[in-house]
């Protein structure tokens, strides 16, 4: 059965410092989320794909994540400089496409500890 | 931000009882969906009602939804030890939301 890929699976960074996750969505899968769960709490969508095109960054703070998506497959995630608060689990989630009821299928997501 | 607000926040019951968890969200949808999440792992799907429909089964699970009241809830019957992990609605209308999650253990 195909999944969805992430890695590294666990991330340890001193504060100040660039981190980077990756995510392999399942093939064919035209929309591509990533999301951060704190513990504890539900997952928060940072941003939301569409083939290699942004949908919603609304709740992506812009001034140190960015995501990217360039050949419309896999994905990218970077944060820069992190933080303390950024210590939490970040979960890729894929589906065939938006805007009708599909379910999200998801990764096993990287746990990311800043120092 | 999380739209939805689960109840209860943590229900622990003994194997074969039925297990009841609510969702209530604050704005349309076009959907909404009920996740599974292990300690520690990513979720799982495991069921979707659209806004027009009431009540779906699948299994063990029967989801409702009451669009009035902006209100779904998730029983599972005879309930299993495997049953014990983290249940999150999710809503879909213009974004997606996940709740704040039931934390379900069940006893063996």
């Known amino acids: 059965e195909a999944e969805v890929a992430q890695s590294p699976r666990y991330k340890i960074t001193e504060k100040s410092q660039a981190v980077a996750f990756w995510c392999d969505p399942i093939s064919g899968h035209a929309t591509l989320y990533w999301y951060r769960q704190i513990l504890g709490q539900g997952p928060e969508l940072l941003v939301q794909f569409q083939d290699e095109s942004v949908v919603d960054d609304s709740q992506l703070p812009k001034d140190r994540f960015s995501a990217e998506r360039l050949k419309g497959v896999d994905s990218t995630l970077k944060i820069q400089p992190a933080e303390l608060g950024d210590s939490a689990m970040y979960l890729c989630?894929?589906?065939?496409?938006?805007?009708?009821?599909?379910?999200?299928?998801f990764g096993p997501g990287t746990r990311l500890t800043v120092t | 931000s999380q739209q939805g607000e689960e109840d209860p926040q943590a229900l622990s019951i003994q194997e074969g009882e039925n297990a009841t968890m609510n969702c209530s969200y604050k704005?349309?949808?076009?959907?909404l969906q009920w996740y599974r999440q292990n300690s520690g792992r990513g979720l799982v799907h495991l069921i979707l009602i659209r806004s027009n429909e009431r009540e779906k089964h699948s299994g063990r699970l029967r989801v409702t939804l009451d669009t009035s009241k902006k209100s779904s809830s998730l029983l599972i019957t005879a309930s299993r030890a495997a049953d014990t992990a983290s249940y999150f609605c999710a809503t879909e209308g213009n974004q997606f939301y996940f709740g704040t999650g039931t934390s379900l253990t069940v006893i063996p």
């Open positions: 704005t349309s949808i076009n959907n």
């Open positions: 989630a894929s589906s065939p496409r938006t805007g009708v009821a599909y379910e999200q299928y």
